[in-house]
């Protein structure tokens, strides 16, 4: 299964970055969409989540008010919008899909069975 990302850049502090993560009709239609970061040294962590179906979405507290997670249905594209990024922002974002476990509370990298390659945040001060 593959999850193709883009849309990393650099940015200064306040500015904005929307990330794409595009898939086969097939992983789209009934999978959620995680969005995970991470800088050297630390663990995978997801900062955002919308569901398959309901539309429902999650968000850290790290990035909540900030970023927003969304679907192109028409497009088999899932986003994650990027504002007021900081530069504690900065890192490697990850995509990635599961058929639809949901909780209020962030999941870890091994309960998603499809990842995207990765693309670099960096943020500048």
């Known amino acids: 299964v593959q999850l193709v990302e883009s849309g990393g850049g650099s940015v200064q502090a306040g500015g904005s970055l929307r990330l794409s993560c595009t898939t086969s009709?097939?992983?789209?239609?009934?999978?959620?969409f995680g969005w995970f970061r991470q800088t050297p040294g630390k663990e995978r962590e997801e900062v955002a989540r919308?569901?398959?179906?309901?539309?429902?979405?999650w968000y850290d507290d790290s990035v909540k008010g900030r970023f927003t997670a969304s679907r192109d249905n028409a497009a088999n594209t899932a986003y994650l919008q990027m504002n007021e990024l900081q530069p504690a922002d900065t890192a490697i974002y990850y995509c990635?899909?599961?058929?639809?476990?949901?909780?209020?509370?962030?999941?870890?990298?091994?309960?998603?069975?499809?990842w995207g390659q990765g693309t670099q945040v960096t943020v500048s001060s």
């Open positions: 990635a899909a599961q058929e639809n476990r949901w909780t209020e509370s962030p999941l870890w990298p091994h309960e998603y069975p499809h």
């Open positions: 919308i569901s398959g179906r309901a539309g429902s979405s």
């Open positions: 009709r097939a992983v789209y239609t009934d999978n959620c």
